[in-house]
């Protein structure tokens, strides 16, 4: 039982560093596409 809450807890870890990972390629490519505007 205590294995499988540690994988859980695991999997929740590594999909919350997913989020982030998304998020900040998302804003990269916001900032990347204003900036070829600009240019």
């Given at each position: 039982m205590r294995l499988s809450s540690?994988?859980?807890g695991v999997f929740r870890r590594?999909?919350?560093k997913g989020l982030t990972v998304t998020?900040?390629?998302e804003l990269f490519d916001i900032t990347r596409?204003?900036?070829y505007r600009w240019l």
């Open positions: 540690d994988i859980r590594l999909f919350k998020r900040i390629a596409q204003t900036v």
